[in-house]
């Protein structure tokens, strides 16, 4: 709760255009942030280059943004989604089609991210405290299945399970979504 509070308080400074607020989030969240993006990615400078994406959308953004939930999974949302754009964007150059397996994300089929962010959390918020925990671990930290049950002191097998549990009750409320594309 008191992280909670002090993003909520950070996030008001940058609405007002405090550069040392933005400063303090950025070295606050770099390191996070940049893991998560590499650890999918393999790139160092993809990686770099989609976090780098983040804080600048975050700070064009700032008067606007509204983030009703954890500054940390918002931010890795945005993380994830950035990596799918530069995913898109590989494959593209690649001239690969949607025969590949990748699916098409045309622009004005996309949802925002806050839309995006929103739908999911809502859908989270229906599961067991632990399973949406596992989850957000998991999915949106792109915490590995060993780390997440070092973590929280459970069985590995425990993490699988509830994350396919989650996904599966997850497809479901979020079916006809944008967010079951790009994250279940």
Do not use: C
């Not at 959308?57 to 989604?81: G, I």
């Not at 949607?98 to 859908?123: F, H, K, R, T």
Request: charged letters at 25%; proline letters at 2%; a negative charge.
């Amino acid at each position: 709760m008191q992280k909670l509070q002090s993003d909520i308080i950070l996030l008001e400074k940058i609405k007002k255009g405090d550069a040392k607020a933005f400063e303090h989030l950025f070295g606050q969240y770099w390191d996070l942030l940049f893991n998560a993006a590499y650890g999918r990615l393999k790139a160092t400078d993809l990686a770099k280059d989609v976090v780098q994406e983040v804080f600048i959308d975050l700070w064009n953004r700032r008067e606007k943004l509204q983030v009703t939930f954890s500054l940390e999974t918002y931010l890795l949302t945005a993380v994830k989604y950035n990596i799918f754009k530069v995913i898109d964007q590989v494959n593209l150059e690649e001239g690969l089609n949607a025969d590949s397996g990748m699916i098409p994300m045309p622009d004005e089929d996309v949802l925002p991210l806050e839309e995006l962010y929103n739908q999911l959390e809502v859908a989270l918020e229906m599961l067991p405290e632990m399973a949406a925990n596992i989850f957000r671990m998991n999915k949106l930290q792109g915490m590995s299945a060993t780390d997440v049950a070092q973590e929280l002191d459970i069985n590995v097998q425990s993490v699988h399970n509830s994350v396919h549990k989650s996904m599966k009750l997850l497809r479901k409320s979020l079916r006809y979504t944008t967010v079951s594309i790009l994250f279940l």
